[in-house]
């Protein structure tokens, strides 16, 4: 069984950036490939970014590619998202994912409780 909770979503202005947080609780984080996916208002949730166990491999949506970067630390059961030069239609609420499988598809085990993050114009 894995926890997983968010933090650091807010309100950022168009051109900004935010730095979001998983924390993990169990002793066999570093056992699950990990992902961020988002979802606004009346639109399917969709992958954003994921990590391999090792950290070794990474994998973008091309709408964030170049703007947005995955990392984790095993070693702290953390997994982060930067995002920079951040676009209102990047609005919405982020969620931090667990599963043995790495994939762009919502089929992860474990799913945090979301963050939200709202970039105004």
């Known amino acids: 069984q894995v926890q997983l909770v968010e933090s650091g979503g807010g309100l950022v202005q168009a051109g900004g950036s935010l730095r979001l947080s998983c924390a993990a609780s169990?002793?066999?984080?570093?056992?699950?490939?990990m992902a961020w996916f988002r979802q606004a208002p009346g639109k399917e949730r969709e992958f954003v970014a994921a990590?391999?166990?090792?950290?070794?491999?990474?994998y973008y949506a091309d709408s964030v590619k170049g703007r947005f970067t995955i990392s984790r630390d095993n070693a702290k059961n953390m997994v982060s998202l930067q995002m920079n030069s951040l676009k209102p239609e990047d609005t919405a609420a982020y969620y931090c994912?667990?599963?043995?499988?790495?994939?762009?598809?919502?089929?992860?085990?474990?799913w945090g409780q979301g963050t939200q993050v709202t970039v105004s114009s």
């Open positions: 994912a667990a599963g043995l499988t790495i994939t762009t598809r919502v089929e992860y085990d474990y």
């Open positions: 990590i391999s166990r090792s950290g070794g491999s990474t």
């Open positions: 169990g002793r066999t984080f570093s056992s699950y490939a």
